[in-house]
């Protein structure tokens, strides 16, 4: 290994497998890397997988930061929440005015503004930044999705559009983001996203499977269909590799041996709740992450198939017209779900004057990270037209697309419905296309019965002001 100490021109702390790949790309990509871990066994499988670049192996926290160059430029990729904060109050001695911290994590945006707080009047500048793309993506480039404290963007930035994914016209799939937790907002909003996109793709082959009695090897290859065209993505992809993939123990389709129990780290959480907070209707992401707490009454989902009876699935229709309509569907409710994302997007930009730069946004995700697709140029080419756009439905592409296909969308919902198959991304993205374009809903009404229980008074639609009516003669 080679050992240039006090030179190395950035430092990863925690050596996990997205630290290690992300050091290893650094180091392939020309940069000198520096990495430190409390588990030495970490250090050792650095040093032996970085043997003969430009990298240095720390066995302690001091030699760490002894062997970066000045100002030091350090990244954190350790789990989210305490850790990091321990790991800033071990540095936070050891560093100068100029020396750079980077969050690599999927820390909580308010986090990454706590921290900034903490750190102002130290002149150590704070980065929180969103990294998409998994392990593979650590290794080969990620999309990245930097913030906070803008006077350290022009010092990392070289190394880290360096490492970054490229996107098919060569742009590296990294920008700022804007100041405060920004990174980390969009990485969140990345997450929930991404909640939604796996949630549809699920229920497309449920329906597949249990509506029109197809194997997993079928709908597999449907999928490798599908991502020829507009739904082109690494989803798509990945799913298409799955449907196709046979358990060596048993010979049956390995999805069919997988327990149908999903997990979640809470990014999709955080993606809901901020849209409470914001008072963004951002429901179809939010159900994708109810569909996961669902899925996780197994005990509870096994009684009830007993106890509790829906219709008999009958289908009897054109099998290929029913896929064509699946993947209109899935298109359709697939553009209410990033509406939505972009919706949170745009709120907290208001609500916390970050200047997101939204058809970058979409740009950067268009290659490296989980929910890269070709849809995104779309998304790019509608922000450049309109920076000020208040949702991607009224774009005119997106809105042509859903113009043409919410008969079969609709379809695809009643077979559903008819047949007792649960689809709730589906039916929730249709419901908010729906609320959307109506000029008048229902909420009239709601707000008469708020004033009637509690006066909490309602507006009227042919004069200004706030009113309140006695519902009940006096008596």
Request: glycine share 10%; charged share 20%; proline share 4%.
């Amino acid at each position: 290994m080679k050992i240039i100490m006090g030179n190395q021109q950035i430092g990863i702390i925690g050596l996990g497998v997205m630290g290690e790949n992300l050091a290893l790309n650094i180091s392939r990509n020309g940069y000198s890397v520096a990495g430190f871990d409390l588990d030495a066994a970490k250090v050792k499988s650095f040093a032996d997988r970085t043997a003969g670049a430009n990298a240095v192996a720390a066995s302690s926290l001091p030699a760490f930061i002894a062997s970066l160059g000045v100002p030091r430029v350090i990244l954190i990729m350790v789990p989210a929440g305490k850790a990091v904060d321990a790991v800033i109050d071990e540095l936070r001695p050891h560093l100068h005015s100029g020396d750079m911290i980077i969050d690599g994590g999927n820390t909580y945006f308010a986090d990454t503004e706590r921290r900034l707080k903490s750190l102002d009047g130290t002149g150590i500048l704070y980065v929180g930044t969103g990294v998409s793309g998994g392990e593979e993506g650590a290794l080969r480039g990620p999309a990245v999705m930097p913030g906070g404290d803008g006077a350290a963007w022009p010092r990392f930035k070289p190394i880290f559009q360096a490492i970054s994914a490229k996107a098919e016209d060569g742009a590296p799939c990294c920008e700022w983001m804007g100041r405060g937790g920004a990174g980390h907002f969009v990485k969140m909003i990345h997450n929930g996203i991404e909640y939604g996109d796996m949630q549809m793709i699920c229920e497309a082959y449920w329906l597949m499977e249990n509506l029109l009695g197809m194997t997993p090897a079928e709908i597999s290859t449907v999928f490798h269909e599908w991502k020829k065209g507009e739904l082109s993505s690494y989803l798509i992809d990945i799913t298409a590799d799955i449907l196709a993939k046979t358990d060596p123990e048993t010979g049956k389709p390995m999805v069919h041996v997988i327990l149908d129990t999903a997990e979640q780290k809470g990014t999709g959480k955080w993606t809901s709740q901020v849209a409470f907070d914001l008072g963004v209707p951002a429901q179809t992401i939010a159900d994708a992450v109810f569909a996961r707490m669902l899925s996780a009454l197994k005990k509870e989902r096994v009684v009830a198939s007993v106890a509790l009876h829906g219709p008999a699935v009958k289908f009897s229709g054109d099998r290929a017209g029913m896929i064509e309509n699946i993947r209109r569907a899935l298109m359709c409710s697939k553009i209410c779900s990033y509406a939505q994302g972009f919706q949170l997007l745009r709120a907290a930009n208001d609500e916390y004057t970050w200047d997101l730069p939204f058809g970058t946004i979409a740009s950067i995700w268009r290659a490296g990270c989980i929910i890269r697709a070709q849809f995104l140029g779309k998304i790019k080419a509608a922000y450049a037209t309109d920076a000020a756009l208040p949702n991607l439905l009224l774009d005119p592409y997106f809105a042509g697309v859903i113009g043409s296909y919410q008969g079969a969308w609709r379809a695809v919902v009643v077979a559903a419905v008819e047949n007792g198959i649960p689809v709730p991304a589906f039916m929730s993205a249709l419901s908010y296309f729906d609320s959307y374009r109506s000029d008048r809903l229902s909420a009239n009404l709601l707000q008469a019965q708020r004033d009637y229980f509690g006066a909490h008074t309602y507006q009227r639609v042919d004069k200004p002001g706030k009113f309140h009516t006695q519902w009940i003669a006096s008596h």
